[in-house]
């Protein structure tokens, strides 16, 4: 019998069977306590060969996986894993197609920084990034002229946004169509709105939620675990939030290419290996210059360059 997990807690799962009815299992003794590659990294994409490689290797189920199971004596039991289509870590989840990054336009502050580390160690990998502004609601139409402009930026490279408030949801309509019929994550900093977001979907769901901390400026964590929700013909998850990235598995070389709007400009520097950080006649920094690449954008790149590169040297 096959089967989606939809929640995990500790090593208990429930399953979401193939006629759409929910049971508990646990994972056969092989399943168990098992580390999987790369699970140092933000985000894993399981690539043609790693496909035929993880069919091989021994994995510990996790939210989102296809799974094989059986009914041994009183109890359900997972057999086997599918091969994932992709396999995300922090969050820890599988088979994902789209991912929302959900930014508060204040409480916490919004952060470009944060924005473009999610949007530097996702951008190789298989996956539709959506933005979401919300708390749009707390702030002046001011405000909000600045954060349309930014996006509108964003958007024009290829990770389309919304703005909404999480607790109306006046775009309600234009999120279900989103979301159907995909296996979607619902990702970013704590106390960003992620469960109010959820709850306006889903208004049964009753997700806590908790206000922010005034003293630190962001949030608590409210989800404990990740799990799965169907809504609109697909499935949906709230996961615990968290409020650091690092790039310990991105290599200097490629992050260049995480910018995906320096191609545009790229085969037009002088050096055919240019970092667009020092190198003369570098046609990046020109459309930086000239306000075609967004500086916000390039100050961001060249901070991450410098990261990368100390903590590379630390090796």
């Known amino acids: ?44 994409s399981i690539s043609s060969k790693t496909k035929k490689e993880t069919q091989h290797q021994q994995l510990s189920p996790k939210v989102g996986d296809i799974v094989t199971y059986s009914f041994v004596s009183d109890h359900y039991l997972i057999e086997d894993i599918h091969p994932r289509k992709t396999d995300l870590y922090r969050p820890d989840i599988a088979n994902v197609d789209q991912l929302f990054l959900v930014f508060s336009a204040i409480e916490p502050e919004f952060s470009y920084v944060l924005l473009d580390k999610f949007l530097t160690v996702l951008h190789t990998y298989d996956l539709e990034i959506q933005i979401v502004l919300t708390k749009t609601d ?66 049964d769901l009753n997700l806590a939620t908790q206000e922010i901390s005034k003293a630190l400026g962001r949030g608590k964590h409210t989800t404990r675990h990740t799990e799965l929700y169907p809504l609109n013909g697909g499935l ?51 459309a930086v210059e000239n306000g075609q690449i967004l500086t916000t954008r390039y100050e961001n790149y060249v901070s991450f360059y410098e990261e990368i590169k100390t903590t590379k040297k630390k090796y």
């Open 1 to 44: 019998m096959t089967g989606q997990i939809i929640k995990q807690i500790s090593n208990q799962y429930t399953i979401l069977t193939e006629d759409q009815k929910r049971i508990d299992a646990i994972a056969r003794g092989k399943l168990r306590h098992m580390e999987v590659d790369g699970k140092s990294s933000f985000y894993q």
């Open 138 to 203: 707390l702030i002046d139409q001011k405000m909000k002229d600045v954060f349309k402009k930014q996006l509108d930026y964003y958007q024009k490279i290829g990770y389309p946004y919304l703005t909404l408030n999480a607790k109306t949801l006046e775009d309600k309509d234009k999120l279900l169509t989103l979301l159907k019929d995909h296996v979607s994550v619902i990702s970013g900093q704590t106390g960003v709105g992620k469960s109010t977001l959820l709850n306006g979907l889903i208004p």
């Open 236 to 286: 949906i998850a709230d996961t615990p939030g968290f409020s650091k990235l690092s790039f310990d598995q991105l290599p200097l070389e490629t992050l260049p290419f995480c910018f995906k709007e320096f191609s545009f400009y790229s085969d037009n520097c002088k050096f055919q290996s240019c970092s667009h950080i020092h190198e003369p006649q570098c046609a990046v920094k020109k």
